[in-house]
């Protein structure tokens, strides 16, 4: 059988079967247009670059805009009814800044991952729902302080210095005033000076025995002076500013700024209570009953003119003294020790009459650290049900975006070489 | 007889072609398209198969007309692949029952009988390289393109091919 035969019979086969072995064919069908095979790529190039762009902006992150204008003061300030928990997505005050601060509040814990970093403290904006950490140093801060006008917040370190961050603008000033740790132990009424303890290595506050001399920072100039006559704890300074008043053994003693011993005042069963112990008018003394033997059940107040008479006082467990609402109300936060009721910032009158709940802290590892003075004569409660913990913070969203941006680099690269083979595969079968 | 070509989604385009690469496309059209047909023909012995697996291979070729560098040796391959499978699904239908389609009877011619009742004795791939040898003269190098296989695959299939036909045209 020729290959000729086999032509032949192929051929007869077909036109047989009527098909014309040339001639006009019947008209093609086509698909749409043709796919613009340039989008592809051009899309690709896109997503990288926009994870390029992502990636240098994380990297630019703690450049971003910070000189935006501050708020104006508030002359208002709002406490949230119920305290949100701790929150480790929180943003810190330097990454964005929440203005003015109302209150310090710390945990010990934090969720999930508890004691291992050391706790959370979250600064609480004025108004009542934005929440930002100040934990950058959790590992090492000894204590923290707000500013009156909350526009600042003060933290000491045991490596001997106080770091004050502006809540406004999130810039920070480190002033190193060492050796050893350190304590910030109050706020002049005009924020200019901050008293401070140097403190034995272990301690994570004031101390309030032993002969550990005060010293006043001016955070303009950045120098420091002793404050001699004041060698224990619970310093206060008087609304004025140019006087302060600290516990000394059993003696509540009145200084002036220099070191000089104006007053003093002998005191049995309490102590001196924090920085906000100062009367708005000057003329009382706050003094937590039982605070030298470490549980304090109660206040009452010294009257720093012999022939005043002081309020009455009144029984809470309350553990600190935040500040005064006016000249017959104070704020505490109490601790219920039955566990009854969680822990709250109350607002006792003075002589006892009246206790209003103003925040209640229903996480109950919450301490309350401090309060802005100048804005509690404003104070007023509000019910936030979204809390605003601001951005991630940077130290989640690096990781994510460089994660995202190699995962990025991965699949272009996985494309491109899928795409390869099946161009070469093509190109193979032409 | 033209037959049914069935694509969901494909839709008919009559407009310009005043554009190169669609002018050249239809020249390709032009050219390949009976050849392709006949090729089609006698791998699946159906007409009405035959013109579907050529416009499906030409529909393809459209869609990856700017990659394609030899539209005639791609449509090749294209339209054997494609024959091979319509074969494939052909005897599963037969397995499971299908009802047969009925295809297209070409009018008998006796000179054609013992040729084509050689060739419906081949599998599919062997006809196609039957015809791609002799009808086309292709070269055994072009046809292991089509194939998608090596030349001495094409060799071993034209001898068999060969074989079969002549014992079964010398029992005629």
């Known amino acids: 059988m020729s290959a000729e035969t086999i032509r032949a019979a192929l051929s007869a086969a077909c036109d047989d079967a009527g098909l014309p072995a040339d001639g006009a064919p019947p008209p093609p069908l086509r698909t749409p247009p043709v796919r613009r095979r340039w989008l592809a790529p051009v899309a690709a190039a896109a997503a990288v670059a926009l994870v390029v762009a992502l990636v240098v902006a994380a990297t630019l992150l703690p450049h971003r805009d910070r000189s935006a204008p501050p708020a104006a003061p508030r002359r208002s300030a709002a406490m949230p009814a ?23 509040v710390g945990y010990a814990d934090l969720p999930v991952v508890g004691d291992l970093t050391g706790g959370q403290t979250l600064a609480v904006g004025a108004d009542g729902r934005t929440y930002r950490s100040v934990d950058a140093w959790s590992t090492s801060i000894t204590s923290q302080l707000l500013a009156p006008d909350g526009g600042s917040i003060v933290s000491g370190t045991s490596q001997g210095i106080l770091r004050v961050v502006d809540t406004r603008t999130g810039t920070d000033h480190e002033y190193e005033v060492g050796p050893g740790a350190v304590a910030p ?5 005009d924020g200019r000076y901050v008293a401070y303890q140097r403190i034995p290595s272990g301690e994570v506050g004031p101390v309030c025995d032993g002969p550990v001399p005060a010293r006043l920072l001016d955070l303009r100039t950045g120098r420091t002076r002793p404050l001699t006559g004041a060698s224990g704890c619970g310093l206060a300074f008087a609304p004025d500013g140019r006087r302060i008043a600290a516990q000394v053994g059993n003696a509540v003693v009145v200084l002036d ?17 924090g920085p906000h112990a100062w009367s708005p008018d000057g003329r009382y003394l706050a003094l937590a009953v039982g605070a030298l033997d470490g549980d304090v059940t109660g206040f009452r107040f010294l009257a720093l003119d012999a022939t005043d008479r ?27 020790r039955a566990g009854a009721a969680p822990d709250a910032f109350v ?34 409660t509000v019910r936030v049900d979204h809390p605003g913990y601001g951005p991630w913070p940077d130290w989640a969203v690096r990781p994510v975006l460089v994660a995202l941006a190699l995962l990025a680099i991965v699949a272009a690269v996985v494309v491109t070489a899928v795409r390869r083979t099946r161009r070469r595969r093509r190109d193979t079968t032409t | ?50 013109e579907d697996v050529v416009q499906d291979a030409f529909l393809e070729l459209y869609r990856r007309w700017t990659h394609v560098a030899e539209p005639a040796a791609w449509l090749r391959r294209a339209v054997v692949s494609r024959c091979t499978s319509w074969v494939r699904r052909r005897r599963l239908e037969r397995r499971h029952g299908q009802p047969r389609d009925p295809g297209t009877h070409p009018p008998t011619a006796p000179e054609t009988v013992a040729v084509r009742a050689a060739l419906a004795r081949l599998r599919p791939r062997h006809r196609a390289v039957v015809f791609l040898r002799y009808y086309l003269d292709l070269p055994e190098a072009e046809i292991a393109a089509a194939l998608g296989c090596r030349p001495g695959t094409v060799k071993s299939m034209l001898h068999r091919a060969r074989t079969i036909l002549r014992e079964y045209v010398d029992e005629c």
């Not at chain 1, 132990?185 to 009424?189: C, E, H, L, Q, T």
């Not at chain 1, 006792?348 to 309060?371: C, L, N, P, Q, R």
């Open chain 1, 257 to 273: 700024l220099h070191g000089h011993q104006l007053a003093r005042h002998p005191v049995s069963g309490a102590a001196l209570n």
């Open chain 2, 1 to 50: 007889m033209r037959a049914v070509v069935r694509h969901t989604g494909v839709t008919v385009r009559s407009g310009s072609v005043a554009d190169t690469p669609q002018r050249h496309f239809d020249d390709v059209y032009a050219g390949q398209y009976a050849v392709l047909v006949r090729l089609a023909y006698t791998t699946t012995g159906s007409v009405a198969a035959a």
């Open chain 1, 347 to 380: 607002a006792h009158a003075v002589d006892g009459t009246s206790a209003t709940v103003v925040s209640a802290d229903e996480y109950g590892s919450g301490t309350a650290v401090d309060m802005a003075a100048d804005l509690l004569p404003h104070l007023r």
């Open chain 1, 82 to 104: 119920t305290f949100a928990p701790p929150s480790l997505s929180a943003a810190s005050v330097e990454q964005s800044p929440p203005g003015p601060v109302v209150a310090l």
């Open chain 1, 185 to 189: 132990a109050a706020f002049s009424p």
């Open chain 1, 310 to 336: 002081p309020p009455a006082g009144f029984r809470a467990g309350s553990p600190a003294l935040m500040g005064w609402t006016d000249d017959r109300h104070v704020v505490t936060y109490d601790v219920d």
